[in-house]
């Protein structure tokens, strides 16, 4: 896999690590299962540079690549999916700025994401408009000074934390009257509110937006009117692989617990380990996270570099590495035996964060289409 990174990308990927380990455990266990973003930990991620992986170089930063981003995801993953959470949105709510931005928005947004003086997110999904975004019904109704937003959006991570939201909505035009836009909302803009808070089996801010005539001044148009469907689609492929990076960093501390606890539990006088049916589990979970971790850097490289196919190979990247991940956590769970699903253990907490990877940003069956209609279009 090392063949795969740069010597710089390596040193990324050390440096993660040691952050993870240094800094986001003792805030994990400070905090312990929340649903609210601590402060803490938004400042000890600015503050270790993590948020600029999404500044554009104009601004500070290195242009934002795919390949960091996994490598970040991979290594916080696995030790606090609240901080790996956090970094997702800070990146879905601000590429498309990064992408289609103005000067004068990227100004007096982008840099302060970049420093985590301000969170954002990213809301697509309706409560009849999942996998299907075209069944959306939010719309935005033009004015004379910009545009009156009526609707819905349900499952919005970072939902309660974020300051600014990148909300797409219906804009009807003569000629695509399913047109798709996108807009930057701030809080506190009149009309627009956190109508719910979620709750989850794990850790997680998740909430239900709302906008009732919410005015949305011209200014916050994202791009040009009818080009939301696009701008949605071209971030969910970079961040979509990075939620297979996420999914092989939490089935390696999976893989990790099982292996120290295999060579430790000893039954009928051995330890488990011993067993060859023990020994099985954890070759295929070895063998199963290697391959997912080296379909995740393909797709993040080709994207880095310009490739072809990166649809189709970040579809597989999340697909593949994700449904690797709940395996490998549920054969680290039943290693532990009875262990395993007692409350606090790390296989109980990763059995119930693993589970949602397989369903955010397109779910398995949905990632299994795109592949499909990709080699089928072939
Ligand atoms: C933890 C979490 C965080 C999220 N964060 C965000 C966020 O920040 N922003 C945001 O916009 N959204 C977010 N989402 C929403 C997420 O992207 C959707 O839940 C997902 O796209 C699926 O939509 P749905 O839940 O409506 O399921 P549905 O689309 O109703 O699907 C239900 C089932 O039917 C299957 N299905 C649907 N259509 C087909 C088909 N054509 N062929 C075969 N099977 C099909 C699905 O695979 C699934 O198994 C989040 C969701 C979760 C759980």
Do not use: W
């Not at 109704?141 to 819905?152: A, D, H, M, V």
């Not at 979509?240 to 292996?259: K, W």
Request: include cysteine; aromatic fraction near 8%.
């Amino acid at each position: 896999m090392d063949l795969m990174l740069s010597l710089d990308e390596k040193k990324f990927k050390e440096y993660c690590r040691n952050f993870a380990k240094e800094k986001l455990v003792p805030i994990s266990e400070r905090y312990g299962e929340t649903d609210d973003v601590p402060e803490e930990l938004v400042k000890a991620m600015a503050d270790a540079g993590l948020f600029k992986l999404f500044l554009s170089e104009d601004l500070g930063g290195k242009g934002v690549k795919a390949l960091p981003i996994c490598l970040a995801r991979e290594e916080l993953a696995g030790v606090y999916c609240l901080a790996d959470v956090t970094l997702a949105m800070q990146g879905l709510g601000s590429y498309p700025l990064f992408l289609v931005g103005n000067r004068e928005q990227k100004n007096r947004y982008l840099t302060r994401i970049g420093f985590g003086e301000l969170l954002t997110t990213y809301a697509l999904t309706e409560p009849e408009a999942g996998s299907d975004v075209n069944a959306m019904k939010s719309e935005a109704q033009e004015t004379s000074g910009g545009f009156t937003l009526n609707g819905k959006k349900r499952f919005i991570s970072n939902g309660y934390a974020a300051d600014i939201v990148v909300v797409f909505a219906k804009t009807p035009l003569p000629d695509n009257p399913r047109a798709i836009s996108a807009f930057l909302l701030e809080k506190g803009m009149p009309g627009f509110t956190v109508s719910e808070r979620m709750k989850l089996i794990a850790s997680h801010d998740i909430a239900e937006l709302k906008f009732d005539d919410c005015h949305i001044p011209r200014d916050n148009l994202l791009g040009k009117m009818g080009e939301g469907y696009s701008i949605a689609m071209r971030t969910l492929e970079v961040f979509r692989m990075s939620v297979g990076a996420a999914a092989v960093g939490i089935a390696r501390t999976a893989f990790d617990a099982a292996l120290s606890y295999a060579k430790k539990r000893v039954q009928f006088g051995r330890p488990i380990a011993e067993y060859q049916a023990i020994q099985f589990k954890l070759a295929e979970m070895a063998t199963e996270l290697d391959a997912a971790r080296a379909l995740v850097y393909r797709a993040a490289i080709r994207k880095d570099q310009g490739g072809a196919d990166v649809s189709r190979a970040a579809s597989m990247a999340k697909y593949y590495a994700t449904e690797v991940a709940f395996r490998a956590v549920d054969q680290g769970l039943q290693i532990h035996g009875g262990l395993g699903v007692t409350k606090g253990s790390i296989v109980e907490r990763l059995y119930r964060e693993v589970r949602a990877l397989r369903i955010y940003e397109g779910t398995s069956e949905i990632q299994r289409l795109i592949i499909a209609n990709s080699l089928l279009k072939d």
